[in-house]
């Protein structure tokens, strides 16, 4: 089963499987012992740079998600994320990537199941939401992963889309959602993917490269939602 999170037309018929759109899919549910705070204070946000052949993203890391920031920084710090794609691209929605089985990929060849052999214990904070530019974890689906644990690499970064009053009141009825006034006021100016928000742990929010994710959401995909021409990405830690 793959990795990977749904839009809203697509959740009356499948259940919320994985992160975004088609978040990461990962196998394993192993516990990384070492990526345990070590009690260290961390003030300055750490900042990372996401660069692809259709321009650069420079990501805010959020320190109240301490696990998923610091494994993301080991990663990128290993250049595990070097030559990998965004695997799965969903206009007005997200794009995902971050599996290992993506780093020279055959054309066609079905992505979203790789993972470093592990996942992370689920960092939902409360009251942040899935704003436009929002980083956050893939994982597997409730069924399979009650806990919400995240994938060890898969990641997305949310498009979204602007949305009405009507349309927010409506899905948070549904889904049982609490819609500040704060996400409201996002939603329905900047836009994002509110019915993915208390289900998955957001890590990090884009603060350069709003029109990178942009360009990578409009290219042409094929029925998986891969890119026909491959995205690939290089992760560089800032701070």
Same mark, same amino acid.
């Given at each position: 089963?793959?990795?990977?999170?749904?839009?809203?037309?697509?959740?009356?018929?499948?259940?919320?499987?994985?992160?975004?759109?088609?978040?990461?899919?990962?196998?394993?549910?192993?516990?990384?012992?070492?990526?345990?705070?070590?009690?260290?204070?961390?003030?300055?946000?750490?900042?990372?740079?996401?660069?692809?052949?259709?321009?650069?993203?420079?990501?805010?890391?959020?320190?109240?998600?301490?696990?998923?920031?610091?494994?993301?920084?080991?990663?990128?710090?290993?250049?595990?994320?070097?030559?990998?794609?965004?695997?799965?691209?969903?206009?007005?929605?997200?794009? +995902?990537? &971050?599996?290992?089985?993506?780093?020279? /990929? =055959?054309?066609?060849?079905?992505?979203?199941? #790789?993972? !470093?052999?592990?996942?992370?214990?689920?960092?939902?904070?409360?009251?942040?939401?899935?704003?436009?530019?929002?980083?956050?974890?893939?994982?597997?689906?409730?069924?399979?992963?009650?806990?919400?644990?995240?994938?060890?690499?898969?990641?997305?970064?949310?498009?979204?889309?602007?949305?009405?009053?009507?349309?927010?009141?409506?899905?948070?009825? +549904?889904? &049982?959602?609490?819609?500040?006034?704060? /996400? =409201?006021?996002?939603?329905?100016?900047?836009? #994002?993917? !509110?019915?993915?928000?208390?289900?998955?742990?957001?890590?990090?929010?884009?603060?350069?490269?709003?029109?990178?994710?942009?360009?990578?959401?409009?290219?042409?995909?094929?029925?998986?939602?891969?890119?026909?021409?491959?995205?690939?990405?290089?992760?560089?830690?800032?701070?």
């Amino acid at each position: 089963m793959r990795i990977q999170i749904f839009s809203m037309g697509l959740l009356a018929m499948l259940s919320f499987s994985v992160s975004c759109g088609n978040a990461l899919n990962t196998g394993s549910n192993t516990t990384v012992a070492d990526l345990q705070p070590q009690g260290q204070q961390v003030d300055k946000p750490t900042r990372v740079k996401i660069i692809t052949p259709q321009g650069d993203i420079v990501v805010e890391l959020f320190n109240q998600t301490p696990l998923h920031r610091d494994n993301f920084v080991r990663l990128a710090r290993e250049g595990f994320f070097d030559g990998l794609l965004f695997h799965r691209v969903i206009s007005g929605f997200m794009i +995902q990537g &971050g599996d290992p089985d993506s780093r020279g /990929a =055959r054309p066609g060849q079905p992505l979203g199941m #790789g993972d !470093p052999g592990y996942t992370l214990p689920a960092e939902i904070v409360p009251g942040v939401f899935h704003r436009r530019g929002a980083l956050a974890a893939a994982r597997m689906g409730d069924q399979m992963n009650p806990e919400r644990r995240s994938s060890g690499s898969q990641f997305y970064l949310v498009q979204g889309r602007v949305w009405s009053h009507e349309e927010l009141t409506q899905m948070a009825q +549904q889904r &049982g959602l609490t819609i500040t006034e704060e /996400a =409201r006021q996002i939603y329905t100016t900047e836009g #994002g993917t !509110p019915h993915l928000d208390a289900a998955y742990t957001i890590f990090g929010q884009v603060v350069e490269g709003l029109d990178v994710i942009d360009r990578i959401a409009a290219v042409q995909t094929d029925r998986a939602n891969r890119p026909l021409e491959d995205v690939s990405m290089r992760v560089v830690v800032l701070d």
